[in-house]
């Protein structure tokens, strides 16, 4: 069937109730939860005096192939982020991302140098950051039923979140500095690793994404990168 034919649900009500896609909808919203869980984002917990869990929702769409085709029905749980109280649910939010012009001098640098370029990212990457343990967030998560008192508490980063980029910004640039790379001052989302003179590799990030320059006959350091990068997490290139 043409993806186009198949509406994507407004609501979580509206997508377990459609008389047609009904079944595939519960597939996705199954497999969403699944995927929470196994990234460990959230236990139950008692409710801690002062806080009041913010509301989340379930964002439809239906993924289509080359041909037009539908590929795969998906759900993804979102948190209400607006509904959140600095001070209370977040703090900081910024989260950097590599400057323009920095960008630009480093595809100068690859041109000019012959240097390897590559484009990756870490998948699902808020869900790999933690929260601040110190700043309970909870969440009704649609269809959920917990018991009296007790809600889902954030342990992991979840889409929506005010501070999500922000988590993920502070847990990546620690283990890349672990990892041995030096962190611009001019720019901190702009880092290097250098292994010899001829074997180095720069790296800009856009949060989750990275832009990769490195030599090509030696490339120590690339491969340092990718290889601590992919013990860790599920990467695409």
């Not at 459609?18 to 497999?31: G, L, R, V």
């Not at 993804?76 to 959140?84: I, K, N, P, T």
């Not at 595809?107 to 110190?134: F, N, R, W």
């Amino acid at each position: 069937i043409s993806a186009y034919k198949v509406p994507d649900p407004k609501s979580y009500s509206e997508a377990i109730n459609d008389p047609n896609f009904q079944h595939y909808w519960n597939e996705a919203i199954i497999q969403e939860i699944a995927n929470l869980k196994e990234y460990g984002v959230y236990k139950y917990e008692p409710i801690q005096p002062g806080c009041r869990p913010i509301n989340s929702h379930f964002v439809f769409k239906v993924k289509s192939n080359s041909a037009g085709l539908v590929d795969r029905f998906k759900a993804r749980l979102v948190a209400q982020g607006y509904r959140q109280r600095f001070g209370i649910d977040y703090l900081k939010t910024h989260a950097s991302v590599c400057k323009l012009q920095t960008f630009r001098a480093q595809m100068a640098h690859c041109i000019t140098h012959d240097l390897q370029h590559e484009i990756g990212d870490v998948k699902s990457a808020y869900l790999e950051s933690d929260m601040d343990p110190d700043m309970p967030v909870y969440i009704n998560i649609p269809g959920d039923n917990p018991a009296p008192g007790t809600a889902a508490r954030l342990i992991k980063s979840l889409y929506g979140l005010k501070q999500a980029g922000h988590n993920w910004y502070e847990t990546i640039i620690p283990l890349l500095k672990q990892w041995g790379f030096q962190q611009s001052e001019a720019d901190p989302c702009f880092l290097t690793h250098v292994t010899a003179p001829l074997d180095y590799c720069t790296l800009c990030l856009f949060v989750d994404d990275f832009s990769l320059c490195s030599t090509k006959k030696k490339q120590s350091s690339r491969n340092l990168f990718w290889t601590k990068l992919n013990e860790l997490y599920k990467t695409s290139r």
